[in-house]
């Protein structure tokens, strides 16, 4: 038991080392700041935000009733 409690330490410090963050990192891990999600504060910014997911949802709407019609169009011609 004496052994293991020498060698162990003695073992894990020389797996690992002190380069620790060359072996282990990941480049770019994280988004830059352009990348991410921008929360808006300001009252115009969330009207604005507010106004472009309304559009998209309504948008995707039509899209996806066009593409319902379009497929129950098919089936009542067969």
Not at 5 to 22: Q, S, V
Not at 23 to 36: A, H, L, N, S, Y
């Amino acid at each position: 038991m004496f052994g293991l409690y020498i060698l162990f330490p003695i073992g894990y410090m020389y797996y690992f080392g002190t380069n620790l963050e060359e072996r282990f990192t990941v480049p770019d891990f994280w988004p830059k700041e352009g990348q991410t999600h921008k929360i808006p504060y300001e009252k115009d910014e969330i009207q604005s935000e507010l106004a472009r997911l309304k559009a998209r949802r309504l948008a995707l709407r039509d899209q996806r009733l066009a593409n319902e019609a379009q497929h129950q169009g098919e089936n009542a011609s067969q």
